[in-house]
């Protein structure tokens, strides 16, 4: 797959998860789901939140959300573990990327990702901004 031209304004990529789809991948397939999608550090912050698998499903959007902004998808280009949600020094949610990521957003003029993520009881979503 081509890389998308590079950015002269802000884009945005969003995405929208069921948490009862993420809770059910927890229950069957904890493990190899978690290792797959999450870097141990998201997998660590995760298990100490209370709500879990909405900590995981947010994360899960946002980096949906990431990939979408980038506009490559998750593949070959940007891996799951590509894309790290963490919580910031003040527990705002901010974005790291591996190498991969990082020569992706070089390579497209991006400067920054922002991240924006919120959930309910029943649905979590997550708002990415490259600029």
Request: include cysteine; proline fraction near 5%.
């Amino acid at each position: 797959m081509p890389i998308p031209p590079t950015y002269n304004n802000p884009v945005i990529g969003t995405d929208l998860v069921d948490i009862v789809r993420i809770e059910r991948l927890l229950e069957r397939h904890a493990e190899a789901f978690e290792r797959r999608v999450f870097t141990d550090t998201e997998r660590l912050y995760c298990h100490s939140q209370h709500r879990c698998a909405a900590s995981f499903a947010v994360r899960f959007a946002a980096k949906e959300a990431v990939a979408k902004a980038f506009g490559v998808g998750i593949g070959a280009q940007l891996a799951w573990k590509s894309v790290a949600i963490l919580p910031n020094k003040l527990g705002a949610p901010e974005v790291f990327l591996d190498a991969k990521g990082q020569a992706l957003l070089q390579a497209l003029g991006g400067r920054r990702i922002h991240i924006s993520l919120s959930h309910t009881r029943t649905l979590a979503v997550a708002v990415a901004v490259i600029e």
